[in-house]
């Protein structure tokens, strides 16, 4: 009876602790995102990447470049194994590494007027030597399709080419699926792999491949690139070239879409052809992104698309946030917009956390043993490789891929979180140099606008000094370059300033100014700035005998500064302000006009009754 009523308490007392075990009590995870997120934003090439690191290295996490089949592959075996050398294509993954990004790659054969096939004719494809040695193999040429200069075509009634090319991704995706350096890789045929090659008639099994092979590709494709995430062009909606809209099995295969125009001034319906969005609805159906990722690069059919879409205020009607919301964007080639008015490293950044996956944990509870987090996605596209919560060494069971914007979703962590700092998000898919970053549970504070610095105002003009790489004003942008503070000083009025920009070679420094007016370029410190060379917009000039140099600016308008023949120190650059203005006058005006007499804009003279914008006494004025 005895041992009887000590189990009964002793199983009461099991119970009981067992009941307290699963007891949840919530604790705040103070956490905020601060930077560009791994595999999302603004890209750029190699080449610009590494020469604007200093200034957008932190503003960027991928990086892009075309890659050549050509440039790995050394020939083939007997048994029809391929014979690689991948030196090549790692010394490429290798340079991206080093900056702290990851790449985007794109395999190609064709590239009207490429010249980056060491040895080879302008325009030559990068199909593998041996196979263009074979006897059965012949190429077609196009003088100047679409304008874009002189393209070989593969020949793709070739069967070893056709062969070859399902076995290079089969070997590909085997040696780089679990590649940290690598983010997405971009397929298709035709010119840069973007699904067409116009100027030039196609001709299937010949210039283009078969819809058939395309088919039968596209699904080995699928079949072994499980792990790195794959894209293809837009442009594969059409179906004159591809039979994808067409063919619900290639339709049901899981992938992303690049759209190499994107933001042009006709890309959507509503504006005019709208034959992108057309593309993005017929192969995107609305919810591709939802499982393949979204990128591109944004329009070069205007010059000065790439330099103005980023404009807070928007390009052809719609903001980039708008935009890239809609397309559900996760990256977007932008390497024609730094050091243009709105492509600054700060819009960069901007830009980049406006785009892709955003983590935050709505709700931490723990129990003693167990981390339970509600996490949802507050950004415009999923993560679209695996990442973990995980505490210390031990991650979550679910992972954060695919977690859809909006969606919430309850995962636990077999383990306690005792300390809120040691909670983070861990993935085999980015750089160890890469955090992935989370909003915790607190309430995310509101952003403090970064202060920027007064100039102070001199003889009627504003003053840009250097804070390190940082120019003091917005009108001013240090596309390349690098600042010292150890060649000396410059002093202008009552104050000393020793920071400079040194001109060398890959200096370039882009001057936009507000008003009109001369503008004033100091150079100074321990190396003498008088009668030495410098470029505005590629002309040579020379400063003067104090090592200035004055010329008079447009406003709105960019000049681009550079080095001449000499190494100097650029201490300051002083700018017109809305005080004064440079003017054509009708009828000349003198200091003794100035003073009594008023001016319009056009430099007609006015009555003590005009209203508006006008110059007194050599001032602008607003008379009311």
């Known amino acids: 009876m005895i041992t009887k009523k000590l189990m009964t308490s002793l199983l009461v007392c099991i119970a009981a602790v067992a ?44 990086e892009f470049s075309y890659c050549l089949p050509c440039m790995v592959v050394k020939g083939c075996n007997q048994d029809g194994s391929i014979i690689y050398d991948w030196t090549w294509f790692d010394n490429k993954l290798a340079d991206v590494a080093s ?17 980056d096939i060491k040895g080879a004719v302008k325009g030559a494809t990068a199909v593998p030597q041996y196979i263009k040695d074979r006897s059965d193999y012949h190429e077609t040429y196009a003088s100047n399709p679409g304008g874009d200069g002189p393209t070989y075509y593969a020949d793709w009634s070739n069967e070893e080419l056709k062969r070859f ?12 699926a679990n590649d940290k350096r690598l983010a997405f890789l971009e397929v298709g045929f035709g010119h840069w792999s973007e699904y067409h090659i116009y100027g030039t008639n196609i001709n299937f099994g010949v210039n283009f491949p078969t819809k058939e092979y395309q088919k039968e590709f596209f699904q080995h494709l699928s079949n072994v690139m499980t792990s790195i995430p794959w894209l293809i062009s837009i442009d594969a909606a059409d179906d004159e070239y591809t039979p ?7 339709m049901g295969l899981t992938f992303g879409l690049f759209d190499d125009s994107f933001m042009h001034k006709d890309h959507e319906k509503a504006d005019g052809e709208g034959y992108n969005e057309e593309c993005w609805d017929n192969i995107g159906k609305g919810t591709r992104w939802k499982t393949g ?11 000065s698309d790439q330099k103005n879409f980023l404009n807070p205020a ?60 509600t996490v949802t996605n507050e950004g415009i596209a999923p993560l679209y490789r695996d990442a973990y919560f995980a ?23 077999a383990a306690n979180l005792s300390n809120a700092a040691d909670l983070k998000i861990v993935s085999d898919f980015i750089l160890d140099t890469q955090e992935i970053q989370f909003q915790g549970t607190t309430e995310e504070p509101a952003p403090t606008p970064t202060p920027t610095p007064t100039p102070e105002p001199v003889d009627d003009a504003t003053i840009c000094y250097f804070d390190g790489t940082h ?152 008379r009311r």
């Open 19 to 62: 009941t307290h075990g699963e007891e949840w009590t919530s604790i705040d995870v103070d956490r905020q995102i601060t930077h560009p997120q791994p595999m999302t934003g603004l890209v750029l090439w190699p080449d610009l990447a590494a020469d604007l690191n200093s200034t957008y290295g932190g503003s960027i996490s991928l």
């Open 99 to 115: 900056r702290g990004h990851q790449l985007v790659a794109r395999f190609r054969y064709e590239y009207p007027s490429g010249d």
């Open 165 to 176: 090319t399902k076995q290079f991704y089969t070997d590909f995706a085997k040696r780089y």
């Open 244 to 250: 994808f809209v067409d063919d619900n099995d290639l």
């Open 293 to 303: 990722v979204c990128g591109g690069e944004v329009s070069y059919y205007k010059g």
């Open 314 to 373: 928007g390009m052809y009607g719609h903001t980039w946030e708008e935009q890239s919301a809609k397309y559900r964007i996760t990256f977007m080639i932008a390497n024609d917009a730094p050091g243009s008015t709105y492509g600054t490293a700060d819009r960069f950044k901007e830009a980049t956390m406006a785009s892709g996956y955003r983590i935050k944990l709505t709700k931490c509870e723990v129990n003693g043993t167990k981390t339970r987090l």
């Open 391 to 413: 505490i210390g060494e031990t991650r979550c069971e679910t992972s954060l891929k695919g977690l859809l914007p909006g969606e919430e979703k309850v995962m636990e962590i």
């Open 471 to 622: 120019p003091s004003t917005s009108q001013v942008v240090l596309v390349s370059g690098n600042s010292s503070t150890s060649k000396g000083s410059v002093t202008y009025g009552d104050k000393t300033y020793g920071t400079c920009i040194k001109m060398e070679s890959s200096t370039s420094l882009n001057i936009t100014p507000t008003y009109s007016g001369d503008v004033t370029l100091i150079f100074g410190g321990s190396t003498s700035p008088a009668n030495e060379t410098i470029k505005i917009d590629d002309n040579v000039v020379t400063t003067d005998a104090n090592g200035r140099y004055t010329f008079n600016a447009t406003a709105g308008q960019t000049y681009n500064l550079k080095k001449g023949n000499t190494q100097l120190f650029l201490f300051l650059i002083i700018l017109p302000d809305g005080t004064t203005t440079s003017i054509k006058t009708t009828n000349a005006i003198t200091k003794e006009t100035a003073d009594t007499q008023g001016y319009n804009l056009d430099g007609q003279c006015v009555g003590k009754n005009y209203k508006g914008v006008m110059i007194l006494n050599g001032k602008k004025i607003i």
